[in-house]
């Protein structure tokens, strides 16, 4: 997989409250591709040790391919493997003004949140 592009919340809200995107579609993205590599490196720098399992390396994609074969968890990311992943937030730039965080910012704060629950749930 070439790479994933991450959301953004805050462009819903301006969606749901400007007149101009009326009937409009938009992409809440920061339009920034990154590598599943990428994404564990950002968890590991602003997660620490609750990130300290996130993978340290990539496995070339005909092995992932091959494993797929075995592995049925695999075969749908095998399938999205060399396809371009990008995505632009252009429109919803010019017609909103609409100004995205960075990946690197959105993927930590995805990442706390999601430590954040696991712990309160692993109290219960």
């Known amino acids: 997989m ?7 919340a805050d462009l819903h809200l301006l969606a749901m409250l400007r007149p101009e995107a009326n009937g409009e579609r938009f992409i809440a993205s920061s339009a920034e591709t990154l590598s599943m ?6 968890l590991r720098k602003h997660l ?9 390396g990539e496995l070339p994609n005909i ?4 494993i797929a074969i075995f592995k049925p968890q695999l075969r749908m ?17 010019r017609l909103l003004g609409w100004t995205p965080r960075s990946a690197e910012e959105a993927i ?16 219960s």
């Open 2 to 8: 070439e790479g994933l592009s991450f959301i953004q």
């Open 37 to 42: 590599l990428d994404i564990a490196n950002i």
């Open 48 to 56: 620490g040790e609750d990130a300290k399992n996130a993978p340290k």
């Open 63 to 66: 092995l992932v391919r091959a």
């Open 77 to 93: 990311i095998a399938t999205l493997l060399g396809q371009d992943m990008s995505t632009s937030n252009q429109k919803a730039k």
């Open 108 to 123: 930590a704060a995805t990442g706390k949140s999601m430590i954040k629950i696991m712990k309160e749930q692993k109290k």
